[in-house]
């Protein structure tokens, strides 16, 4: 309860009903971009500041490892799912796969704000993680839409560098070096800006993201009920192999609800802009309404807790 009642949360709904609602609450694009990339720039140093102070250890490598395999299974089942039960084509299956394949930064920064102000921060390696597992669901969606690779040596090359090079993958790692290399000292002078601010911008950001998921969700026209009991299901199931895996590699109850955060979010900003290059046949309105539609708010609403309150079962004090 004291998580659905921190403000982050309470934001995220109160865009949402203004969205039900029909009002014309809007924060301009510009703006929003604006916040997403300092949330992005703040987490990446926070986590670098994190990892230098605490330096590498065998679990981050642990969790590294676990994260890539992950990205690269999820999508198999997802898929099938889509394809025996949701009833999709092919292409339209491994678009969606891909997606939940791959990480939400928006879901683990709400889920890092959460952790920390309930006494349980994740550890700053994550944010490695997270980049991490990026990637590999992209390109195991376009393998299983088998035609999505069917394009000539300068699409592919297209493709990998802007998969590679994708915005939020750039920010977050060259923010985490940047923050590995000040370490706490160097960290200081920025931390009113990168630290004390930070939950107030969290808060606008997710204002902005309740209406948009809402109202892309009334805006849809291809997702069904099945899909959209499939993507809280999704949600649900990787959320909770991510939090047993983490606890079978030995992360604490805090790190291993944020490994948990990460396994069950699904991207709509990466992989949409992937798969509009390489898979332009795929219905857009679909993979977005299930990822940001109903996978994002479920998380953001009742995942967090759900995963929180697991890995503190599942991982002894």
Known sequence: METLLSPVILFFAL???????????????????????????????????????????????????????????????????LRRVGKLDAVNAAAVAAHYGSVSVVTFVTGVEVLTTSGLPPAGYLVAVLAIMETPAIIVGLLLARGGMNTGGHGRSELFRETLLNGSVVLLLGSFIIGLVAGSEGFQPIAPVFETAFRGVLCLFLLD????????????HSLTFRLGVLGVVFALVNGTVGVLVAAAIGLDAGTAAGFGILAASASYIAVPAAM??????????????????????????????????????????
């Open 15 to 81: 865009g949402a009903a203004a969205a039900f609602a029909r009002s014309d609450l809007s924060i301009p694009e510009a703006i929003a971009k604006g916040l997403a990339l300092y949330l992005m720039a703040a987490i990446g140093l926070k986590g670098g500041v994190q990892v230098s102070d605490a330096g590498f250890s065998t679990e981050m490598l642990a969790a590294a490892a676990a994260g890539l395999v992950l990205s690269i299974l999820i999508p198999l089942p997802v898929f099938f799912m």
């Open 276 to 317: 509009r290059m390489a898979l332009p046949e795929a219905d857009a309105g679909l993979y977005l309404s299930m990822s940001l539609g109903v996978t994002f708010p479920f998380n953001i609403v009742a995942g967090i807790p759900l995963y929180t309150l697991l890995a503190q079962w599942i991982v002894s004090p």
């Open 209 to 220: 993201m309740g209406l948009v998921a809402a109202r892309r969700l009334m805006e849809s």
